[in-house]
């Protein structure tokens, strides 16, 4: 530092600070550098949020979409009732290595890392799980969907006749439009505990030379009175009615000839009285198969895509998981259409007390209540349930920059509820930019929706239950068209984009 030349007088208070002189900058050939500001600038193209169609992500074929869905529709086909759903994961996970959690607990075993377990709830809720590295006190990964949908359940004294007709009364099961279940055919699915404690499976109507029931409507000529009304009021859930005969018994004398004949039938072929009705589990199911939906066949429509579109896919992920770094789970849950109540709904204790084996079998004896606690407080999941898409056909349902679309990949949504998030279950922010990056990062094509326009209606799924036990939980699912309807229809490329995004959250 250069010294300051001395003056005559008193020294200066606050003398000026010498400065340096700044070095010349070296001049060097070639092109000037660039602006540091131009080199941190983002591009256009990333400040602004766009969604792609799933079927241009380069990251899913063609030919796994279409692999993947011929064994959806497959299974689709053979577990149209939560029971069944139930009787066919079972088989796969047996296949795939699963055993009994129960068994296990019946023989003092302890589960270490890459083992693999379920169980079964009364026939019609399974949870299944891969034991992770990390102790599950420092929580799990899991993804939640429902097997149950809606449909048209047979009451427990249903059989009556009418002008030599024989009818089935009924009494429908979650959110329907009445109307789209008449004239269509029907199948019988169901279980019947008989007087004897002895169990029947019925399946009618699915195999070729089965017959089929319907529920009739009028024609018409005749509609008047009917098509001036309401649609909320022009079809009564009471005249639900499925018939299922018309030829009366030989007995001319005989009371109830037709109804009597129906029940010679059943009991010759099933061995069942009109009593063991009351002890019946029996549901009308539309009779068509899943298929290939337009000339493309980019799209599959079926009855019960709501919510086995999102259940299979997690079913799967969880089968493809080896050694996964926190416990993984899949919980499949019964009664979510109707508010997931019961000992197999999201609102009973069946994942918790799954939760507290897996945490007490990991542990070797020294388990205790707080293991748990923390267990669920650190645990995160994915409601896998399906998104109402936009359909063009229906202006004004949606707010179409927050809506879901068909082929857009998989549906993020952060709340539901209706009219102001009433029942909501709203994930916290930091989830949801977890879960963004992770599609992100392994090109899972995502958009983020809501259940339709502000004040439009909604809706909820078991998201909120499990939330409420601390987890932290985001609704993620398949866009589907006509829900709740006898025919949704889904795109194929987002019912593997579902599988894909499942999968690498759990693994």
Known sequence: MAEEKRKRGRPRKNPEPVVEAAEKPVRRRGRPPKNRVQETAITP??????????????????????????????????????????????????????????????????????????????????????????????????VGAHIDAPRVDIKQNPLYESTDMVFFKTHYYGGIKKYQWLTIPLALHGTIMKADGSVIDISIGEDPGDPVFTMTDLLPHLAKD??????????????????????????????????????????????????????????????FKAQDLGFDRSMIGAYGHDDRVCAYPALMAILDTKKPEYTAVCVLTDKEEIGSVGNTGAQSRALENFLADLCALTTQGDYSDRLLRSCLDKSKMLSADVNAALDPNFEGTHDKLNAAYLGKGLAILKFSGSRGKSGASDAHAEFVGEIRRLFNENQIPWHTTELGAVDKGGGGTIAMMIANLGVDVLDVGVPVLSMHSPFEVVSKADVYAAYKGYYVFIK
């Open 226 to 287: 009917q098509m001036d009304k309401k649609l909320s009021e022009a079809f009564k859930g009471e005249a639900m009615n499925v018939l299922v005969g018309s030829r009366p018994d030989p007995d001319k004398d005989a009371k109830d000839r037709f109804k009597l004949n129906i029940l010679k039938i059943l009991n010759e072929k099933y061995g069942i009285t009109e009593e063991d009705f009351i002890s019946s589990e029996l549901e009308m199911v539309p009779a």
């Open 45 to 142: 193209e990333k400040l602004v949020y766009k969604t792609e169609n799933a079927w241009d992500n380069k990251s899913m074929s063609e030919r796994q979409i279409e692999k993947f869905c011929k064994g959806y529709k497959a299974f689709l086909d053979k577990a149209k009732t939560e029971r069944e759903f139930v009787r066919e994961a079972e088989e796969l996970a047996i296949a795939n290595g699963f055993i009994d959690l129960d068994k296990s607990l019946s023989e003092n075993a302890s589960l270490n890392p890459g083992d693999k377990v379920y169980r079964i709830v009364k026939k019609k809720l399974i949870m299944l799980a891969v034991i992770g590295k990390k102790p599950c006190e420092e929580g799990t990964k899991m």
